[in-house]
């Protein structure tokens, strides 16, 4: 069991770091291939687009086909795909074609991988080992891109991706004996149409879900705003990297310690007033457009979209628990409509900045936290009142 836990948990860091390593490679990349600005940006969405498209149906195979398998295959699959981006860095379509292979078995391991990682330790311990996956997901924020970068400066953007590929390789190998003693639980099928009613029934899935949204949406656009802002304010980009590392560490350090809390993080009410706290913050950017006022927006931001994710995830799985919907599926679900929510956020802030200025943009960030907080703290009211609904379970 111990050896399961820490390969699957070695997974999801690896596979991180492999994602977001293309982020430093990428301007490399666009002069070594005498890309456009628009064409660089379409490789970087490669992988993003391919998970919106994927995650649904790869949670629906999860609960029907098991999940252990499954990760392995997508673990084998993402290896394949990296190790051929270093080969084949020289070309922009066989980069394109890679990254969305990737994309898709990265969907399948954020997907079957977690319901692998969070089956195995027990409903118990479901809410810190979510914890603990945010965590890593965190450390690979700063890990990758530095990692890639420092590596390519001395042989080239393929390197790095060869590398990352290899080790998803042999952690494959070493998820395959735990697949074989793995318990094969299953569900049986139900129709779409009845599986979306039943969560659209359950107050802790919708908060679950919209708490995903939101934050997706927060992250991504807050992505964009605030190195425009830093940059507008003279800080060059190894400053805004800088700033982000040390915003990674306090990510880091709250979902280590969100951990700690256990299924308590599991509360819709938790996900609400950190949307709140969070728009509370974003008042600072909008009356301030000063770098020190954007860089203390951007650290303390940071342990609440830690607390916010790590929330978001466990208390839509309660809610899967209680209307009897697949945990494999809901994982999905969650990872579908944050992947979409992080492709829209940075078009929609940038494109509201263009047309509003900065402080509209700002302000309209606001609006999205505040109007998605209700949906948490009304799921927390109705669940102390004893009201929430609970759906028939699947027949088997």
Not at 90 to 104: E, K, N, Q, T, W
Not at 111 to 135: C, H, K, N, Y
Not at 169 to 197: C, K, M, N, Q, S
Not at 314 to 342: H, P, Q, T
Request: net charge positive; proline share 5%.
């Amino acid at each position: 069991m111990r050896r399961s836990l820490l390969a699957l948990y070695a997974l999801i860091l690896v596979g991180e770091v492999a994602w977001q390593q293309l982020i430093p490679l990428a301007p490399d990349l666009k002069e070594s291939l005498g890309l456009d600005a628009t064409r660089t940006g379409i490789l970087l969405a490669a992988t993003p687009l391919a998970i919106v498209v994927v995650s649904l149906p790869a949670g629906l195979a999860t609960d029907r086909l098991g999940a252990a398998w499954l990760t392995v295959a997508a673990t084998v699959v993402c290896g394949a795909a990296c190790v051929a981006q270093g080969v084949l860095s020289d070309s922009y379509v066989a980069l394109i074609a890679c990254r969305v292979l990737f994309g898709v078995g990265f969907a399948f391991i954020w997907t079957s991988g977690l319901t692998w990682l969070t089956d195995a330790s027990g409903i118990e311990r479901r809410a810190r080992t979510l914890s603990i996956t945010i965590a890593l997901a965190g450390i690979s924020s700063f890990l990758g891109p530095g990692f890639a970068g420092l590596l390519a400066e001395r042989t080239g953007p393929g390197l790095p991706f060869t590398l990352a590929g290899v080790a998803l390789l042999v952690l494959a190998i070493f998820l395959v004996a735990p697949a074989r003693g793995a318990p094969r639980e299953t569900l049986e099928h139900t129709p779409l149409r009845d599986w979306v009613g039943r969560v659209l029934r359950s107050r802790l899935a919708v908060a679950g879900l919209v708490t995903m949204t939101a934050g997706g949406l927060a992250m991504s656009a807050i992505n964009l705003l605030v190195p425009l802002d830093l940059d507008a304010g003279g800080i060059g980009s190894a400053g805004i990297g800088a700033v982000y590392a040390a915003a990674a560490c306090f990510f880091t350090l709250t979902s280590i310690v969100s951990a700690r809390l256990g299924n308590r993080i599991a509360s819709p009410v938790l996900g609400g007033a950190t949307l709140v706290g969070l728009a509370a913050l974003t008042l600072l950017p909008v009356a301030r457009d000063d770098p020190r006022s954007i860089i203390a927006f951007l650290l303390a931001r940071a342990p609440f979209t830690a607390l916010l994710f790590a929330s978001a995830f466990a208390v839509a799985l309660v809610g899967s628990d209680e209307i009897g919907v697949g945990s494999g599926a809901m994982m999905g679900l969650l990872n579908l409509v944050w992947a979409a929510a992080s492709f829209a956020g940075p078009p929609l802030a940038g494109a509201l900045r263009d047309s509003g200025g900065r402080q509209l943009s700002w302000i309209a960030l606001t609006v999205l936290l505040l109007a998605a907080a209700p949906v948490g703290l009304r799921a927390g009211r109705n669940r102390r009142g004893g009201r929430e609904p609970v759906a028939a379970p699947p027949s088997l």
